[in-house]
């Protein structure tokens, strides 16, 4: 009995081959008549509407009869099959080596992805509105001050003080995202597209809150906020949920403002703190002294309406309409009450 197969070569030209039916026949048979050069049989399988057959294959098979059409397809080195896999192996053994995961790992991916999703205070959904710390941390503004009123922030976040320790940001929603939905990023670069989901690295502008993709930033070179136009300089940049490094970068810079503000407070406050000593200088001190002195001396002067009156004014007159200047010899008695401008 003769087997009579039509194989489509890789330059789209079909061949016919017929074959004695034995009972070794193979895929490797039919490839060999096809292939003269030894050589190239490794570089070729065979394919059955899409599904590779491995040359070992005895013909016929329920799918491969007389007559069936095979593709003889080139494999891809280093893409796969070049180790002699066809791909007709089963994939279970794929699937067991990768569902053994370790349980007491945390999947890195998962935690990024959950800085970026959530509060990182209180692990909710980040629904707005929504501040970050001077470390890039991003939080729901109420669940910070809620713990701040409380005093139930924890140690990594006692950096936060107050409002002055938080920034106002502005997320842009993805269109048609709702804002419970419980998976996936739910904000984007408003510029970009690019998702707040931790692929990327973005900014927030302190000046003005609004948060930007690196990739905004870098390709539309501006000293202006690309949404609301406000003016930007580098070190208004804060990166959100950044490297060690960049953390540590912000950190540093915290605690320099830290200490500028200190100094700023202390000098308000009249101590010299130039050398660190709890000094009072000469020139507060003296003014100071000053000061005393001419509040002694009647200071600022207070109002007598006689140094208002008129060049051509009796001044005694003049200085009666205002006050009780004139000192009144009327005495009150039990009897009767003194009238102050003499009438009696
Ligand atoms: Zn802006």
Redesign the pocket.
């Known amino acids: 009995m003769q087997l009579q197969f039509f194989v489509r070569s890789p330059t789209h030209q079909t061949l016919t081959v017929t074959l004695e039916s034995t009972q070794t026949l193979t895929l490797r048979h039919l490839k060999s008549s096809l292939l003269p050069n030894p050589q190239s049989i490794s570089s070729f399988y065979f394919a059955l509407n899409g599904k590779p057959f491995s040359d070992s294959t005895l013909l016929p098979t329920p799918e491969i009869t007389h007559l069936s059409t095979l593709s003889l397809l080139p494999c891809i080195s280093g893409g796969g099959g070049d180790g002699g896999a066809t791909g007709a192996e089963s994939r279970d053994c794929y699937l067991k080596m990768y569902s053994e995961k370790k349980p007491d790992k945390i999947d890195p991916n998962e935690k990024r992805l959950g800085q970026w999703l959530n509060c990182a205070l209180s692990y909710e959904p980040l629904r707005e509105p929504c501040v970050i710390d001077k470390l890039g941390n991003i939080f729901n503004k109420e669940a910070l001050v809620e713990a701040l009123l409380g005093k139930k922030s924890p140690k990594e976040f006692r950096h936060i003080k107050g409002l002055k320790d938080m920034i106002n940001i ?1 997320l842009s929603m993805i269109p048609g995202k709702q804002s419970d939905a419980a998976d996936g990023a739910m904000f984007q670069c408003p510029i970009t597209g690019l998702e707040f989901n931790g692929k990327y690295k973005f900014f927030a ?1 302190k ?4 948060i ?1 993709s690196a990739k905004a930033l870098k390709e539309v070179k501006s000293s ?7 003016e ?1 300089v580098e070190s208004d940049k804060m990166v959100i949920n950044g490297s060690e490094e960049e953390v540590a970068a912000l950190r540093e810079k915290m605690e320099e403002e830290k200490v500028k503000t200190t100094m700023e407070k202390k000098k308000k406050r009249g101590i010299d703190v130039v050398d660190g000593k709890k000094d009072f200088g000469k020139l507060e001190g003296n003014e100071k002294l000053e000061n005393g002195k001419k509040s002694s001396n009647g200071g600022v002067k207070k109002f007598r309406a006689l140094d208002l009156a008129p060049a051509n004014a009796t001044k005694e007159v003049y200085a009666s309409i205002f006050t009780s200047s004139k000192k009144s010899d009327f005495k009150e008695t039990y009897m009767c009450r003194s009238l102050p401008l003499g009438r009696n």
């Open positions: 502005k502008l000046n003005c809150g609004h930007v202006a906020c690309l949404v609301c136009h406000k930007f």
